[in-house]
């Protein structure tokens, strides 16, 4: 046989077709793929558009989009009627609206409280409304003190006096944003209409015409009612305050002038709607009253009317603003 029959070791497999190299591909460097985002895409394309708007309704109830001041006033919304009940009281219309009108307004002053937060900044806010409101607010939780401790009961306690140091303390944290963090940010030459100037004319008016009724002393007439007007003006340096800026305004501070006024009518609702007997027996200090409170709701009717014409047509829920073309 021939002598080159016998290959060596390595001829043998160096004849065998090599096997081919496996390439192996390189490694991904994007973005981590997001499943919940991948099928949500997904998902929306079997939407049909007439209910796309519903769905992301439903959306803005993922705990994850809710603020943490919304968190825990829902928190606290819950929080306060359960312990109202628990300590044997009634929660009736009277107190239903009594207890909502407080809400609403505790609600505006977090969501102008978050502006200022979230944009590090008080523009557009009227300083003089907030020094007015703290006033306010100061004076309505002394005049709810209980006037006396025999036969007390928790549940006999006036909301102003439960609920009220809430609001308080909201609009103290943002008189100090005015006046002292943000300072730098403070229209004061748009802020006009000047509280040491309001206020005092509050308490002087309040010592020549006031309303007044039977059983009360001659100190807690005075201070109610002068707490009383301080409360009808002081929405006014913000309001002259957004006319000032051409009735362009940010939707926290309108929301909180909203809030503020829509409250306020129900305390004109619980004087027609509970206040019967009073209306009765003392007609002249009633309607007194009563038309004070009407003359607060004239005063930011103007600003409702384009508030709520704004917010009809507004397309999203923080769009800014436009209360009319020249002014509120």
Wanted: aromatic share 14%; proline share 5%; net charge neutral.
């Amino acid at each position: 046989m021939p002598s080159n029959f016998h290959a060596t070791e390595d001829d043998k497999y160096a004849k065998k077709p090599a096997a081919p190299a496996k390439v192996m591909p390189p490694p991904c460097t994007g973005p981590a793929l997001d499943f919940d985002d991948k099928y949500a895409k997904a998902g929306d394309k079997h939407v049909p558009e007439s209910l796309k708007k519903y769905q992301n309704a439903f959306g803005l109830f993922s705990f994850q989009k809710v603020p943490l001041p919304f968190f825990l006033f829902a928190c606290y919304f819950i929080a306060t009627p359960l312990a109202f009940t628990m300590v044997g009281g009634e929660f009736d219309v009277n107190n239903i609206e009594r207890w909502g009108a407080l809400q609403l307004e505790i609600l505006g002053l977090i969501m102008l409280r978050m502006k200022i937060q979230e944009k590090g900044s008080v523009s557009g806010i009227s300083g003089m409304t907030i020094l007015m409101y703290t006033a306010t607010y100061f004076c309505r939780i002394g005049l709810s003190f209980p006037t006396t401790l025999d036969n007390f009961e928790w549940k006999d306690l006036d909301w102003d006096f439960t609920c009220g140091p809430v609001s308080l303390l909201l609009v103290l944290d943002i008189l100090r944003s005015v006046f002292v963090t943000y300072r730098k940010t403070y229209q004061e030459e748009m802020d006009v209409l000047k509280a040491w100037y309001l206020i005092p004319v509050c308490w002087t008016v309040s010592l020549l015409v006031r309303p007044h009724f039977a059983g009360w002393s001659f100190q807690f007439g005075y201070c109610w009612s002068s707490t009383l007007y301080m409360d009808v003006l002081a929405l006014m340096p913000q309001v002259v305050m957004l006319s000032k800026a051409g009735g362009k305004v940010e939707t926290p501070i309108a929301n909180f002038v909203a809030a503020t006024t829509i409250s306020r009518c129900g305390d004109l609702f619980h004087s027609f709607a509970f206040l019967g007997g009073v209306r009765d027996r003392e007609p002249f200090s009633y309607w007194m009253a009563v038309s004070i409170q009407i003359i607060h709701l004239l005063l930011v009717a103007d600003f409702m009317y384009y508030y709520i014409k704004a917010r009809a047509s507004a397309t999203k829920l923080a769009d800014e603003i436009k209360l009319c073309d020249t002014g509120v």
